[in-house]
């Protein structure tokens, strides 16, 4: 059986992408057979419909994973708007079943794996004919806990409660919380991570500095 987890945020351009590539790498560098998911994907480059340069791209690179990065995603598209938007564009519906398909098949490639969501906890999927799709559906369609990332500056108090929240309402497990962009001599981000920890009683299992090449997770996230 494979292990998984899923990644999202507290909004779009968080580093849901930057953390999940090094998360992957550092579980292959431990000797655990770790790999990575993406449902769905939108602001790409292709070539002869090949992703050339995307966030699948960047995880497959970074953590030297032995797939490439169309083996990783279900759905992408060249715009880089909502996933709804993108599918509605293209004349498309995100189709639930076949993102549990292609998810299934990924668990069965490794023991572990990393999913990773567009945009934050309540990004559209489909918002047709009176459907209400989120990404937090299809976390709880998938059946996986999720770790948060948020940033570690001004503001992330208040996204972070707002998304915990929102995810326990939701019924949705959550694994921890990792902050990015953290400068950990600033008595603000110091700040942040203590009373983020207080206010949600959720473990901020690992901090992230810009330009950072490694990750250190104070707690196993996988399980």
């Known amino acids: 059986m494979s292990k998984n987890i899923f990644i999202t945020a507290t909004g779009t ?6 953390v999940s ?10 000797g655990l057979d770790c790999g990575y998911f993406k449902p769905v994907l939108s602001g790409v480059e292709e070539i002869g419909g090949k992703l050339t340069k995307s966030d699948c791209n960047y995880v497959v690179e970074t953590a030297g994973l032995p797939v490439s990065a169309d083996d ?11 996933p709804h938007l993108a599918a509605k564009r293209a004349g498309e519906i995100i189709n639930t079943n076949k993102i549990l398909e292609d998810y299934k098949k990924a668990s069965q490639k490794f023991d572990y794996l990393l999913i990773e969501g567009a945009g934050g906890i309540t990004c559209p999927l489909r918002l047709e004919n009176g459907e209400k799709y989120l990404l937090k559906d299809l976390i709880k369609d998938l059946g996986v806990n999720v770790l948060i990332v948020a940033d570690g500056g001004l503001g992330t108090i208040n996204s972070i409660l707002l998304t915990v929240e929102y995810a326990k309402a939701n019924g949705i ?3 921890g919380i990792i902050l990015n962009n953290y400068e950990p ?6 700040d942040n991570l203590k009373q983020v920890e207080y206010l949600t009683g ?17 707690k196993e996230i996988f399980s």
């Not at 590539?21 to 431990?30: H, P, T």
């Not at 990783?72 to 909502?82: D, H, I, M, N, Q």
């Open 72 to 82: 990783c995603v279900t759905y992408w598209w060249k715009e880089a708007v909502s």
């Open 202 to 218: 959720i473990k901020v299992v690992a901090t992230v500095k810009k330009g950072q090449k490694d990750i250190t997770l104070l």
């Open 185 to 190: 001599d600033n008595f603000m981000h110091q």
């Open 173 to 175: 497990n959550i694994e």
């Open 13 to 18: 351009d968080i580093g849901k992408t930057y």
């Open 21 to 30: 590539a090094l998360i992957v790498k550092k579980m292959r560098e431990a």
